[in-house]
C-alpha cells in the first residue's frame, strides 16, 4: 500500500480505518473514506491532473467544489464510462479508476501541447477569421478542429443504471446545508412547516467542513433529523429553479459506492420539488486572480486549500504563497500554517489588509507583503516560484521583481455570492461595490437567499440571516466587509505574460482574450461569452465570470453594473440525461394499447403495426405468405366470402343530452334533424378552417342518444375538440359526452356471407336486408353475447360493425372463428376501401384537404351553419385548379405507384419540375388484377380522361386519370 | 412547471392541463356577414400580448373542465382564474 | 470604417503585434434623425436584410435598430440546423434559396460562419411516417433539391449509435436525409452580417429599443425609440418573438403567437455523432457541435410567453425521446439550458411582404425554424423593401393569405390513419 506523503498524520473528516485503493491514469494509489478523489490524488502528491482545452497547458486541482473548471476526468469505461466529471466532486471508492481527458497520452505528457506554441496565432475567435480557403473549404479543417474538441468519451454501450424521479412538497425548501442552510432548516423545522434541507455534499456543513472550527454542524444535523418535519438530503444538489417554485433536485444514490452499489437502488434520483418557499443558502465561491501564468499545476484558491488541509488532512503544498485582495485568504494562511505549511509570503494586493485575522497573521509571525502582488509564476507541470512585485497606488508594477521559491499559490480574488438559483428564479441581480459582487435583489417568486449567497461571510451573520430566512422572520442586514478597489487583472511584465493572465481556466480564456473582444466591438458581455466562450465550460464560469467581466468593464471604461451579467440558466450543477429521463425509457417510453383481442392476433402471427399508441394487426401471415400474398390473400377473402377484422381501436363517442341533434349539426357538415332511432349515418367534421379534420359513422340510439365513431388516430383530438366546443362555445347546449372507446370491443365482419354467418350467430336479430337494411343498427345477442350489430361497410361488402362488452370480445372472436372466416388486417381494409374510392383520413386528407377537394361536396348542408363552413367560401377555397381527389389507373397494370410520388403533367424536363399533384393511397388489388391508385391532383377529375406522368427514381410512369371507385361503383354489392 | 388553480380541483402542475390559447374570442353568430378579412380575424388573428392575457386552459388529465386564467406573458405570474362564463375580474393585479 | 480583410496573412501578421491593432468589427454610431429605411431587430434576419439592401439595391441610408445586443434573439438561441427539405414548393424555393446563400456566405461575408454540411436525418417511426417522407422526399428531389430515403440498415450506417432495434416502443423503419443540410455557427451568421453590412454603411444600433411607430395618412414616417424619433421612410419590422407587440404599434394585427422553444447543450464530449438527427414523432433534435457539445432540441411550450423561460416538462418528455433513440447518452449530461421565444403562425409558415400599412414591411413566423432562412429571408425582404413588391420567392407568404385561405401548411406529418 502505497503511502500517502502529504496526508498529515492525524485530524480531518476522513475515516483513516477505511484506506481505498484507486488508480488515476493506470497509476495505483491509495486515500480515505471521506475523500474526494482531488483530495486523495493531493495527498498521494499529484497536482497535475489534466491539460487546458486549447493549449494544452497542465493543469492542477484549483478548487475544492463544484465550481472546478481543470480536474476533469473520465471514470470507469466501457458501457458505464463517465465523461467529465469533476474530481473535486468525486468521492472515492474501493477500486476508482479515472484518468484525465483530453490529453493523449496522458497529462504529464501531452502531444497537444504544439497548441501552446501557436498561442500567439489562435486568439479568442480565431477561427472566424479564418479557415475560409479555398471556397467551401471549411470541411477540409473541421475534422481536425472536431478531434481536437470535446473533453470525455461517451460510454459505448446503453447504460447498465437505473434513474427514478421523485415528487415532493414542502413548505419551506433550503438549499445547502452551511451555517445559515443549518440555522434556516432548524427555523422553519421548528415552526412546524414541512421543510427539506438539501445539500450537495455529504455531510452536511458547507464551508463548516472546510474550516478549522469544524464540528458544530454536526449537532445542528442531528437535531434535524430528529424533526419529522424536516427532510434532509445529502448528495443532492438543488440545480433548477423553474416557474412557480418548481425545482429540480438531483441525489447521487449510489455514484459514491462504485461497484458496492446495491443493485435494487437507482444510480441518481431526480427529485421534482414544489415548494411554498426558498431559502437559498447556497454560499459564495471564490474567485481567482488574474495574474500571468496564474494556471500552473499547485496554484490553488486560498479557501480550496484551506479545506483540504481542514476537512481532509492534506498537505496541498509544502511552501506555500498566499496571494489575495481580501481578508479571506488569511485565515487559509493561518491554517496551512498551523498545519505544517511553510508560509513564503502573504502577497496583499490591498496598500494594508487590517482584518482581524491579519493582526494574528502578524502576529503569528507570517510574512506579509502588502501592496504586492504576484505577477508571474515559475515552473512547468508544478508551480517553482512565485514572481512578486510592488503595485502603485494606480495597480501598475512598481520596483522590482523577486522571486519567491514555493511549491503552492493559494490564491483568493474575493467571493461571489452564488445567486445562480436566485437568478434562474427570475431574480434580479445587483452590484455591490463594496462588496465586490453581486447580490440577489428581487424575486419574482417566494425565493430568499441566506448567509453568503446573500453577501453575509461571517459564520454569524450567516446564521442570523439562515434563522430569519427559516422563521420567514425580516433578516437584518450583517456587516459589510468593504473589498478594496484592486485591479481585477494584474499587469504583467511582458506582452507575452499578458497573454497568459487566464480568467476562464478550462477553455483558456485570457485577459487579452476579453481586451481583444472589446476591443473589435463585442461589447456587450453576452457578446464577450459568445465570442471568447468565456463562462462556457463544464464549470459554467463560476470562478472566471466575474472577474472577466470587470475586465470587460474595464477596458470598455465602464461600470460592472453598466456592463452587468450574462443570464445564469439552469442547470446549476450538469444532470445526466438518463436522470431527466427517468423511468420514462424502453418500454415504458409511452404506453403501449392492446385491443382486447390483442393476445388472439399475437397467437396468431399478426404482424402489428403502431397507429398513435395502438398497436393494430396489420397482416396476418401464414407460413411462408410474403407481406403482398397475405394481404391479397385476406381481400379476395372478404370479397369473395367473409372476413373479420378487429376494429376495437375506433374512438367511440357517446353523445347524449336533449341538444344532442342540435350539437351533431354544429360539428359535421351533413343534416342529422332526420336521423331516427335505429339508424346511422356517415359524418364529416371540418376544422373551422374548412379542412377535413375527421369522419365516421353516427348512429342513434334513441331520440337524445347518439353513437358517434372517430378514426382510430383522431380518438382523442376529436373528443378534446367536442368537449370544447362544448364548454366555451356553446354552454347553453344541454349535452354530455362519454369516450366509450376501451369499455366496448368492434368486430367488423365483410364480405358476400356475412349476412348469412351473422344469421348463424344470433337468434333476436334478423339479418334480412328488408328488416335490417344498410346504415341501421340493431340491438341483440350475438353468438349469446349482448350486442350491437351495425350495417355500415367501409369494404364496399354487405358488412357488420358487431360491437360487444371490452370482455366479451374474445367471445365473440371465438364464436365467429367457428365458421369460415377469414381475419384480416388494417393493410387489407385499406385496399378494399381505396378499390371502393373511400376516404381515409391521415392519407386523403393532410390538414390541407377540403370536402370540395375530396368531391364531398354533397356532405355539405346548404340550410344550416357548420363549423368550417365560412371557411370554405374563402377565395382560395373556391379555384378550380385547387388539388382534388382522383383514381389513378397505371398504362401497366402490374406497376404499384408508391405512395406519395408526384405527379406532372407533361414528362419530366428536367428540376425544379411543376408538380401537378402526389399519389395519396396504392396498392396492388387482388380482386381487380391491377394496381389502383388515388391521388390529389389540380383541377382533380376536370383533366378525365387524360394522362399523367409519374417520376420514379429509374423510369416515369404513365398513369390515366379516372373516377376513384374502381370497384362496384353503383354500389350494388353493399346490398349483396 | 406552471402551478394552475383549477376553480374546479384546485392547485394542480401544468403537466395536468393543457392550454386553449387567447380567451372570449366568440364565434361570429353569423359567419356569412363577414366579410374574409373579418372571418380571418376570428380564426387567426391574436392580440398576443407581452403582459397580461386572458387565455382558455383545460384540465385534461384531472377533471376535464374549461377554465379562463390571467396570466402575465412574461412573469407567467397567473393574476386570476375564473370559471367559463364568468365575466373576467375587473382590473386584476 | 471597414475593418480589415480576414484570413490567415491577418491573423499572422497581428499575431506579431499581440493582437492590439484589430479595428471594430462594426461601429457602434449614434442613431441619425433620419433615415430612407429602418429595419427593426438586428437579429440576423434584419442584419441580413440591412445587407442585402446595401449590397443589392439603391435603397439609399440604412439603420438596424435592436433594443439588446445583436443576435441575441433567436439567432444566438436555436439548434443552428440548416437544411431545406420542404414539402410544399414555395417553401422549398425560399429555403433553397437560403441554403445556396449559406454555401457561399462565409466567403461572401468575409467572416466565417462554419457552415458544416454534415447532413440533416429525419427520422420515421411508424408506416405513416413513411408514407409521408417518401412524399417529401419525392417532392423535394423533384424541386431540384438533394434529398434520399433510407432504410433502418442506411440510418445505421449514417448514425452507427442510434438506436435501430425493432423492439422498442417506436422502432426506427427509415429516414431521410438531405447530405446539403447541417449546422453552421449561429453567433458567427449575426456577426458575420452585421460586420459586412456595417463596411457598406448600415448603422447598426444597440441598446435601442422601438416604443412606437408613426403612421400618417396610411404611410409610415418614423419611430419612436428608447434614443429618440428617428424618421423613416420605410420601416421593415424583423423582430421574432415580439413581432405582435410591433405589429400592435402600428394598429396591425398579425396571426401570430409567441411560445417558449427550448433547447440545451450537453457537456462537450469527443466526436461521436457525425450528422444532425431529427424526429419529428419523438419531439427531439440533436447534433454535435464543433466544440464536442450535443445540441439538442425540443418541442414547445403549449402556452403564450414572453419570458425565454420553459417548464421542465417539456425537457424530460425530450430527454426520454433522446435516450430511447441514443441509448449511449443515457450518462451524459445537461450542462446548459435554455429557451427563445419564436413566432408562430397557423400554417407552420412565414410572413414576409407588405403590411396594410405604406412603406410598412413585415417578417415574421418563421416559428421554430428561423435560422435556416436567414439569408434567403434577408435576400427577399431587402428586394420586398426595395421594390414596395415582393419577389416572387417570398410573394406566397403576405400576410393576406389568411383571407383567402392560401396557406403553406408545413406541419408535416398530420392525422393519423384509420
Not at chain 1, 411 to 426: D, E, R
Not at chain 1, 518 to 531: F, I, M, P, Q, T
Not at chain 3, 107 to 125: C, D, K, P, T, Y
Not at chain 3, 309 to 318: C, P
Amino acid at each position: 500500500m502505497t503511502a500517502q506523503p502529504h496526508r498529515l498524520p492525524e485530524g480531518g473528516a476522513i475515516d483513516r480505518s477505511r484506506p481505498l485503493g484507486f488508480s488515476f491514469n493506470g497509476r495505483r494509489y491509495t486515500g480515505f473514506a471521506g475523500d474526494t478523489l482531488a483530495s486523495a490524488l493531493l495527498a498521494n502528491g499529484v497536482h497535475l491532473v489534466g491539460r487546458s482545452f486549447k493549449y494544452h497547458r497542465p493543469r492542477g486541482i484549483l478548487s475544492a467544489g463544484t465550481e472546478e473548471p481543470n480536474a476533469i476526468v473520465q471514470l470507469g469505461s466501457g458501457a458505464s464510462g463517465l465523461p467529465n466529471l469533476k474530481a473535486t466532486r468525486v468521492e472515492l471508492y474501493e477500486g476508482l479508476a479515472a484518468r484525465s481527458v483530453n490529453c493523449w497520452p496522458g497529462p504529464w505528457f501531452d502531444l497537444a501541447a504544439v497548441n501552446g506554441f501557436a498561442h500567439r496565432l489562435i486568439p479568442a475567435g480565431f477561427y472566424y477569421k479564418t479557415f475560409m480557403w479555398p471556397h467551401r473549404g471549411w470541411h477540409l479543417y473541421e475534422p481536425f478542429i472536431r478531434r481536437m474538441a470535446g473533453l470525455g468519451r461517451a460510454p459505448d454501450g446503453p447504460d447498465p443504471d437505473r434513474y427514478e424521479r421523485m415528487n415532493a412538497h414542502c413548505d419551506v425548501l433550503v438549499v445547502g446545508a452551511g451555517p445559515a442552510g443549518l440555522a434556516a432548516a432548524e427555523a422553519a423545522g421548528r415552526s412546524g412547516a414541512r421543510v427539506i434541507l438539501a445539500d450537495e455534499d455529504c455531510p452536511p456543513g458547507g464551508m463548516l467542513l472546510g474550516s478549522a472550527d469544524a464540528g458544530g454542524h454536526g449537532e445542528a444535523t442531528a437535531g434535524l433529523e430528529a424533526m419529522d418535519n424536516v427532510r434532509v438530503l445529502t448528495r443532492t444538489v438543488v440545480t433548477g429553479y423553474y416557474d412557480h417554485n418548481f425545482l429540480i433536485a438531483l441525489e447521487r444514490v449510489t455514484d459514491h459506492l462504485g461497484p458496492a452499489a446495491p443493485a435494487h437502488l437507482p444510480r441518481q434520483r431526480l427529485w421534482r420539488i414544489r415548494a411554498g418557499r426558498v431559502v437559498l443558502a447556497t454560499g459564495a465561491l471564490e474567485r481567482p486572480l488574474v495574474f500571468a501564468n496564474n494556471d500552473r499545476p499547485g496554484t490553488m484558491l486560498a479557501g480550496a486549500a484551506r479545506a483540504y488541509v481542514n476537512r481532509f488532512a492534506v498537505l496541498p503544498g509544502r511552501r506555500a504563497v498566499v496571494v489575495t485582495d481580501n481578508d479571506s485568504a488569511y485565515a487559509a494562511a493561518l491554517d496551512l500554517h498551523r498545519h505544517g505549511v511553510e508560509i513564503a509570503a502573504i502577497v496583499d494586493l490591498r496598500p494594508d489588509g487590517d482584518g482581524t485575522q491579519c493582526a494574528e497573521a502578524r502576529e503569528a509571525g507570517l510574512n506579509i507583503l502588502s501592496g504586492h502582488a504576484v505577477i508571474d509564476t515559475a515552473g512547468r507541470r508544478r508551480v517553482r516560484a512565485a514572481r512578486v512585485a510592488r503595485l502603485n497606488d494606480d495597480g501598475s508594477l512598481a520596483g522590482t521583481v523577486s522571486a519567491l521559491p514555493c511549491d503552492l499559490i493559494a490564491m483568493s480574488g474575493g467571493w461571489s455570492p452564488a445567486v445562480h438559483l436566485f437568478s434562474q428564479s427570475g431574480g434580479t441581480l445587483r452590484y455591490d461595490a463594496a462588496l465586490r459582487a453581486f447580490l440577489p435583489d428581487v424575486s419574482p417568486q417566494a425565493a430568499r437567499c441566506a448567509g453568503a449567497s446573500n453577501g453575509a461571510f461571517d459564520t454569524a451573520s450567516c446564521i442570523a440571516e439562515g434563522h430569519a430566512a427559516g422563521a420567514g422572520e425580516p433578516g437584518a442586514p450583517g456587516p459589510v466587509q468593504p473589498a478594496a478597489p484592486v485591479s481585477w487583472a494584474v499587469p504583467a511584465r511582458s506582452r507575452a505574460g499578458e497573454a497568459r493572465r487566464f480568467v476562464d481556466f478550462q477553455n483558456d480564456v485570457t485577459a487579452a482574450d476579453i481586451e481583444l473582444a472589446a476591443r473589435e466591438g463585442y461589447e456587450s458581455v453576452e457578446h464577450l461569452k459568445r465570442y471568447t466562450t468565456l463562462g462556457m465550460g463544464t464549470d459554467q464560469g463560476k470562478t472566471g465570470n466575474v472577474p472577466g467581466l470587470a475586465i470587460l468593464a474595464g477596458t470598455l471604461g465602464l461600470s460592472i453594473p453598466e456592463v452587468g451579467t450574462t443570464t445564469f440558466r439552469p442547470p446549476y450543477e450538469p444532470v445526466a440525461f438518463g436522470a431527466i429521463a427517468g423511468r420514462d425509457v424502453g418500454p415504458l417510453a409511452d404506453p403501449v394499447r392492446r385491443t382486447p383481442l390483442h393476445a388472439w392476433h399475437e397467437e396468431n402471427g399478426a404482424v402489428f403495426e403502431d397507429v398513435g399508441q395502438w398497436k393494430r394487426p396489420f397482416y396476418y401471415p401464414q407460413e411462408g405468405e410474403t407481406k403482398d400474398e397475405a394481404v391479397a390473400r385476406e381481400c379476395l377473402a372478404v370479397r369473395n366470402a367473409a372476413g373479420i377484422m378487429d376494429a376495437s381501436t375506433l374512438g367511440k363517442i357517446l353523445v347524449c343530452g336533449p341538444d344532442a341533434r342540435e350539437f351533431l349539426n354544429r360539428v359535421y357538415t351533413n343534416a342529422w334533424d332526420g336521423l331516427a332511432p335505429g339508424r346511422c349515418r356517415y359524418g364529416l367534421m371540418l376544422g373551422e378552417d374548412g379542412m377535413v379534420l375527421d369522419d365516421g359513422v353516427t348512429a342513434c340510439l334513441s331520440e337524445n342518444r347518439f353513437l358517434t365513431t372517430t378514426t382510430t388516430g383522431n380518438a382523442a383530438r376529436v373528443f378534446a375538440w367536442l368537449e370544447e366546443w362544448l364548454q366555451t362555445e356553446w354552454p347553453d347546449l344541454e349535452v354530455y359526452l362519454t369516450s366509450l372507446t376501451e369499455q366496448f370491443a368492434t368486430v367488423a365482419l365483410a364480405g358476400p356471407d356475412s349476412r348469412k354467418l351473422l344469421g348463424a350467430l344470433t337468434d333476436d336479430i334478423d339479418p334480412a336486408p328488408d328488416v335490417f337494411p344498410f346504415m341501421a343498427w340493431r340491438e341483440g345477442r350475438v353468438a349469446g353475447l349482448p350486442a350491437r350489430v351495425f350495417r355500415i361497410s367501409y369494404t364496399g361488402e354487405v358488412s357488420y360493425e358487431i360491437v360487444v362488452s371490452a370482455g366479451d370480445a374474445t367471445d365473440l372472436w371465438a364464436a365467429l372463428m367457428t365458421h369460415e372466416v377469414t381475419p384480416f388486417g388494417t393493410e387489407a381494409m385499406h385496399v378494399l376501401r381505396a378499390e371502393k374510392g373511400y376516404l381515409m383520413i391521415g392519407q386523403e386528407t393532410d390538414g390541407t384537404v377540403t370536402p370540395l377537394d375530396l368531391d364531398m361536396g354533397w356532405m355539405l348542408n346548404k340550410k344550416k351553419d357548420f363549423i368550417g363552413r365560412r371557411s370554405l367560401a374563402r377565395s382560395a377555397m373556391r379555384d378550380p385548379m385547387r388539388k382534388r381527389l382522383v383514381g389513378l389507373r397505371t398504362e401497366d397494370p402490374a406497376t404499384v405507384l408508391p405512395e406519395g410520388a408526384q405527379i406532372l403533367a407533361e414528362p419530366p424536363s428536367g428540376a425544379p419540375e411543376t408538380m401537378i399533384g402526389h399519389v395519396t393511397s396504392s396498392y396492388r388489388s387482388a380482386t381487380l388484377g391491377r394496381s389502383i391508385a388515388l391521388a390529389l391532383v389540380k383541377g382533380g377529375r376536370d383533366r378525365a380522361p387524360g394522362t399523367v406522368h409519374v417520376p420514379l427514381d429509374d423510369r416515369t410512369v404513365r398513369a390515366e386519370i379516372c373516377d376513384p371507385k374502381f370497384y362496384d361503383p353503383e354500389g350494388e354489392r353493399l346490398n349483396g | 412547471m406552471l402551478l394552475i388553480p383549477c376553480p374546479w380541483c384546485g392547485e394542480r402542475d401544468e403537466s395536468e392541463f393543457a392550454c386553449g390559447g387567447e380567451a372570449h374570442i366568440a364565434r361570429p353568430p353569423d359567419p356569412d356577414a363577414l366579410n374574409d378579412a373579418e372571418w380571418a380575424d376570428y380564426l387567426f388573428m391574436r392580440t398576443n400580448p407581452k403582459g397580461s392575457q386572458r387565455e382558455r386552459w383545460c384540465h385534461t388529465h384531472g377533471c376535464g373542465r374549461w377554465f379562463n386564467v390571467e396570466r402575465d406573458t412574461v412573469t407567467h405570474r397567473i393574476l386570476s382564474v375564473y370559471r367559463m362564463g364568468e365575466p373576467p375580474p375587473k382590473d386584476a393585479p | 470604417m471597414t475593418s480589415p480583410r480576414y484570413s490567415i496573412f491577418s491573423l499572422a501578421r497581428n499575431a506579431l503585434g499581440y493582437h492590439r491593432s484589430w479595428s471594430r468589427a462594426w461601429r457602434s454610431p449614434e442613431p441619425q434623425p433620419s433615415y430612407d429605411v429602418v429595419i427593426v431587430g438586428g437579429g440576423g434576419h434584419g442584419l441580413a436584410t440591412a445587407y442585402y439592401l446595401a449590397r443589392e439595391h439603391d435603397a439609399g441610408s440604412i439603420a438596424v435598430l435592436e433594443k439588446g445586443w445583436l443576435g441575441g434573439g433567436n439567432t444566438g438561441r436555436n439548434t443552428t440546423i440548416i437544411r431545406s427539405n420542404y414539402l410544399w414548393d414555395e417553401s422549398a424555393h425560399l429555403y433553397e434559396k437560403s441554403l445556396k446563400l449559406y454555401e457561399g456566405l462565409s466567403r461572401e461575408l468575409n467572416f466565417n460562419i462554419m457552415l458544416s454540411q454534415r447532413g440533416v436525418l429525419n427520422l420515421a417511426h411508424n408506416e405513416h411516417d413513411l408514407k409521408e417522407l417518401s412524399r417529401r422526399v419525392r417532392a423535394i428531389r423533384l424541386n431540384g433539391i438533394d434529398s434520399e430515403v433510407l432504410d433502418p440498415a442506411g440510418v445505421k450506417a449514417e448514425v452507427p449509435i442510434v438506436n435501430t432495434s425493432p423492439d422498442v416502443r417506436y422502432p426506427i423503419l427509415g429516414a431521410s436525409i438531405q447530405r446539403r443540410g447541417g449546422i453552421a455557427r449561429h453567433d458567427a451568421v449575426a456577426w458575420g452580417f452585421a460586420r459586412a453590412a456595417d463596411a457598406r454603411g448600415v448603422d447598426i444600433v444597440q441598446n435601442c429599443e422601438v416604443t412606437g411607430i408613426d403612421v400618417s395618412g396610411g404611410r409610415v414616417t418614423g419611430l419612436r425609440t428608447s434614443r429618440g424619433r428617428i424618421a423613416a421612410n420605410k420601416v421593415g419590422l424583423v423582430a421574432a418573438g415580439h413581432s405582435s407587440v410591433l405589429a400592435a404599434m402600428a394598429g396591425l394585427r398579425l396571426p401570430i403567437e409567441s411560445h417558449t422553444l427550448q433547447a440545451m447543450v450537453s457537456e462537450p464530449i469527443k466526436p461521436i455523432l457525425h450528422g444532425v438527427v431529427m424526429s419529428n414523432a419523438v419531439h427531439v433534435y440533436v447534433s454535435q457541435s464543433d466544440k464536442g457539445e450535443l445540441v439538442i432540441g425540443a418541442g414547445m411550450d403549449g402556452y403564450n410567453s414572453y419570458s425565454q423561460r420553459g417548464s421542465f416538462q417539456i425537457v424530460e418528455g425530450q430527454m426520454g425521446a433522446l435516450v430511447e433513440l441514443f441509448p449511449i447518452f443515457s450518462r451524459l449530461r445537461m450542462l446548459r439550458q435554455w429557451g427563445g421565444i419564436v413566432d408562430v403562425c397557423p400554417d407552420a409558415s412565414p410572413i414576409v411582404g407588405k403590411t396594410p400599412v405604406d412603406g410598412l414591411y413585415i417578417n415574421c413566423g418563421w416559428g421554430t425554424g428561423g435560422f435556416k432562412a436567414t439569408p434567403g429571408s434577408g435576400w427577399a425582404f431587402a428586394h420586398t423593401i426595395a421594390q414596395d413588391r415582393p419577389h416572387a420567392l417570398n410573394a406566397p407568404f403576405a400576410l393576406e393569405r389568411f383571407a383567402s385561405g392560401a396557406l403553406i401548411d408545413e406541419h408535416g406529418a398530420a392525422a393519423v390513419a384509420h
